[in-house]
């Protein structure tokens, strides 16, 4: 039996470490060829070789989609690399907390770039072709899928400026479904809640001790894999079948 997504192609943000690199793992073990896209080509090379060992294909795509030029180049890449393009996952993000008192405007503006301006980047040049393939097969549907958050859903202090670029995530996705659904290109929002990535890493001292040490004393992390197997769930669904939200949270953490 092949596999489900046997002859698709997918694109994947963020593919260097964490939520992004699961998935291309096992976008790939289902049979899409997969455009590996980030800004580290250290990572994305060991990936892609890790791919290919398995029996896969992969390409690698050094680039950072905060740049509209160059997000628009990744798409045209992997398109005229693979001939097509079925699946796009928007997983690329950056999570700063604190304080919107006192705040580092430059924060602010890095978290809005990655997790706003570079998704729309992504998906407004990925749309024509996601548009093409859910019309000449072989499956006849594309997705997309945008990694949201729980922080989409519920507002929280210390979170203000990544709670407001996931809140966004979530009103684009929505829109976006109802615009493009009946062409059969089903748009996605997965709300992860506390997962073992690097996500947090970028923050500073204070964020570690006041907020994140504490949680993760309290509260068991999912891993990456858990989430990649919800968006694998959601893009090999048959044709008829659409999973608007999906939210996935690790059991203790309310």
Known sequence: MAAKLTGTVALVTGASSGIGEATALQLAENGASVALVARRKDRLDDLAAKIEKAGGTALVVEVDITDRTQAEAAVEQAVEHFGRLDTLVNNAGLMLLGPVVGADAEEWERMIAINVQGLLHTTRAALPHLLKAAEDGPRQVADIVNISSVAGRVATKGFGVYNLTKFGVNGFTESLRQEVTQRHVRVSVVEPGAVDTELGSHNNETVHKEILEPFNEQHERLDPADIADGIT??????????????WIMPTDQA
């Open 233 to 246: 769930y959601i893009v090999t669904r048959p044709r008829h079948a659409s999973i608007a939200e999906l």
